[in-house]
């Protein structure tokens, strides 16, 4: 069976942070790998995303050619990943001929179908300066919505919004600054709610035309819930064509100076990604995505939910030849240091940057590895923080791991000269049970998604390891008496959970796999050793044999908190140092309090207001997608809403003492959308939800009827 991944093609644009890394890349790189393991047949693709307006609007401010962009950025990206283990099997671009090729293709079989697509003529926005038309991204303005004076065509960057050029208050050209002017244009749209009813079977239910193609109770809730969101709200057809100098041609006769739009050719730049690799290995593509076994998996972020869940297999539908996705494990946001990624206010740090910073820091590519899988933001929203960072690679990594993989290896050279002891009590004994029960464990959890699970599982063997030999003291035992056959039984048991750990820590950490199995003299990972070890455990066999020598492991993780060595903890303050002079506004207040807005049905006796004041607050309809407790509070809810057009916000809100988090999901609200963000008990909250209390303290939501949709507006 063929599992064919995908990860979001990045933007080639500027370079990627630890947001986009937590998000699309290094989970699908543990799932990748796991498979690998496993023995599987794995295609693994990515590819820098080279076309749309940000590039060419970028380009032109830089007086630069838009190729000149995109090589660059691919370029740094690219090599990002390979430096953090990410082990894409292919990398391409959307700038390759090849894709182009395939994309016109792709176009060309929708359009001879017929009734796929509908032909409009618009009004578009125009700069008679330049004499073109201009994309959304080419016009600024006023937001409608919240008021602020750089609002993009396409969104608000400010509070959020999905806009439309016309919405614009006073546009201008980008390109100008001359005021744009209306005329007519001709475009492509794809007939999306032609697929409507499709759609919603086929993510509510996991059939198509009457056959199971997918369990949708292993999908996570948020994307079922986005997915819902839109559907309920009835699909609108979306233009795939526009009017730039940069991208892939529309190959028709009567679109000459269009380019198709860039959301309808990147997606399909994972079919050309993976034609690439097979002419490259003499396989079949069709193999891969027109095998009906094949198991499709798009690791994407929250903010690409509807594009590979609606969008995409709307056009994989409407071509006919294609397989699904099996699952779409979307994660949510991870946000730095208690606020949003932003490269404008330094807040944060981005992946070539942490390269070259950490390079003398030891395993410094997985200790970050490690430090984003124990926290990724996989069913909400999570937080890095250099605390955290020190915290896991020196709990997890250093005390679990690297000490006991040291004291095993020192006290097999001790009483053993470094081989690996005989023992006639292996088959069902407490540690062969032990190992069986944690691979399975980890691979099921992999198998779910549950990445930040499986890697609990992986640190708790080594905490298994650590107290096993601890509980045994074979240094006793050896004082008592040197030929006691029980240190021979400890030494191998106590070897077989450091193989164990070093195969285990693979998927999450390659580079430090590699270097514990060169310790324990072991070749290097290839593909189908999980399946080999599994069965060895299930034989009753060991994963190293009597006499099998080992090195010795020495430190492999110098504590970032030495008291005697602080080069580490050096490293890591001079990023807290960093993050302080860059931003120091990003400190915000954290307080535990109520974000509760109080509709009191008394009088309250507040001072009266202009109606212009009123209209300052952006209030809209929405849907909550999920709902976590706050940690170390008792009075906050953290909540993920929907404000339609496939936006989020990260809400905290004092409900806690009033409703449970399992009766949040799908529940209707109001909220203030353009409050300035704040955190709360750690937690980031960017709108707040509109409650109504009676005299009695209850609390009630105000909320639209059920069914009538996300993101209206409220006056």
């Not at 404008?344 to 410094?364: A, Q, T």
């Not at 010795?552 to 001079?574: E, H, S, Y």
């Amino acid at each position: 069976m063929p599992h064919l991944l995908t990860s979001a093609l990045p933007y080639a644009n500027g370079p990627l942070h630890l947001g986009h890394l937590a998000g699309a890349y290094l989970p699908a790189d543990i799932y990748a790998r796991y498979l690998r393991l496993a023995g599987k047949d794995v295609l693994w693709v990515c590819g820098s995303d080279e076309h749309g307006a940000a590039i060419t609007l970028r380009a032109k401010k830089e007086g630069i050619e838009p190729q000149d962009i995109i090589d660059k950025y691919h370029n740094l990206n690219k090599a990002s990943f390979a430096a953090l283990g990410i082990s894409f099997d292919y990398y391409h671009r959307t700038s390759a001929p090849l894709h182009h090729e395939t994309s016109q293709d792709f176009f060309r079989t929708l359009d001879q179908k017929g009734g796929e697509f509908i032909v409009r003529d618009t009004e578009q926005y125009y700069d008679p300066e330049f004499k073109q038309f201009l994309a959304d991204r080419y016009i600024k303005g006023t937001c409608p919505r919240c008021g602020f004076a750089e609002a993009y065509g396409d969104q608000c960057e400010n509070c959020g919004s999905d806009l439309s050029p016309t919405e614009l208050i006073n546009p201008v050209s980008v390109l100008s600054g001359a005021t744009p002017e209306l005329r007519q244009t001709k475009h492509w749209y794809f007939d999306l709610a032609k697929h409507e009813d499709f759609l919603r079977t086929w993510i509510q239910e996991g059939t198509v035309d009457g056959k199971q193609v997918h369990d949708p109770t292993t999908w996570k809730k948020h994307v079922i819930g986005q997915c819902m969101s839109w559907l309920n709200e009835g699909l609108q057809a979306r233009a795939i064509t526009r009017d730039l100098d940069w991208g892939i041609s529309v190959p028709r006769e009567d679109a000459e100076g269009k380019v198709l739009y860039v959301w309808f050719d990147a997606p399909i730049g994972y079919i050309s990604s993976t034609k690439q690799w097979c002419l490259d290995h003499g396989r079949d593509w069709k193999d891969y995505w027109q095998n009906p076994d094949t198991e499709l998996v798009h690791f994407i972020g929250k903010d690409n939910i509807v594009f590979h869940c609606l969008i995409f297999p709307a056009m994989l539908r409407a071509h006919g030849d294609y397989v699904l996705p099996k699952n779409v494990p979307a994660n949510q946001f991870l946000n730095f240091e208690g606020d949003k990624f932003s490269k404008s206010r330094g807040w944060g740090i981005e992946l070539h940057e942490y390269v070259e910073e950490f390079k003398d820091f030891p395993n410094g590519e997985d200790a970050l590895r490690w430090a984003l899988i124990r926290n990724l933001p996989e069913q909400s929203d999570a937080d890095f923080t250099w605390d955290g960072f020190t915290e896991y690679y020196d709990k997890d990594l250093a005390d679990k791991l690297g000490n006991f993989l040291n004291r095993v290896t020192v006290l097999t050279h001790k009483y053993f000269a470094g081989a690996t002891p005989s023992s006639g009590h292996w088959a069902g004994s407490q540690v062969q049970a032990e190992l069986q029960k944690a691979m399975q464990a980890m691979a099921s959890h992999i198998e779910a998604f549950r990445f930040k699970d499986a890697a609990t599982t992986f640190v708790e063997l080594a905490s298994f390891g650590n107290t096993y030999l601890q509980d045994a003291a074979p240094w006793s035992l050896a004082k008592a008496d040197p030929e006691d056959p029980r240190i021979a039984k400890v030494m191998f048991d106590s070897i077989q959970i450091a193989a164990a750990l070093a195969l285990m820590a693979h998927p999450f950490v390659p580079l430090v796999s590699a270097k514990l199995r060169t310790v324990l003299r072991q070749e290097i990972v290839e593909n189908g050793d999980w399946a080999v070890s599994r069965d060895l455990l299930a034989a009753n066999k060991p994963l190293l044999t009597p006499g099998h020598d080992i090195g010795q492991a020495g430190v492999l993780f110098p504590k970032i908190n030495d008291r005697k060595d602080d080069t580490l903890l050096k490293i890591i303050q001079g990023q807290r140092d960093k993050l302080r002079a860059s931003s120091s506004s990003a400190e915000q207040s954290s307080s535990d309090e109520s974000v509760v807005a109080s509709l009191s049905a008394e009088p309250t006796g507040k001072p009266e207001i202009a109606f212009e004041d009123f209209t300052k607050l952006d209030l809209r309809t929405a849907t909550i997608l999920t709902a976590d407790a706050v940690k170390k509070s008792n009075k906050l809810l953290h909540l993920t809403i929907d404000l339609g057009g496939g936006q989020t916000r990260s809400v905290v809100s004092g409900i806690a003492k009033h409703f449970a988090p399992e009766q949040l999901p799908g529940q209707p609200v109001v909220v203030v959308t353009n409050l300035a963000p704040r955190k709360m008990a750690g937690v980031l909250s960017e709108a707040m939800i509109l409650m109504a209390e009676n005299g009695e303290g209850q609390l009630t939501f105000v909320a639209p009827p059920a069914g009538f949709g996300a993101g209206w507006e409220v006056r």
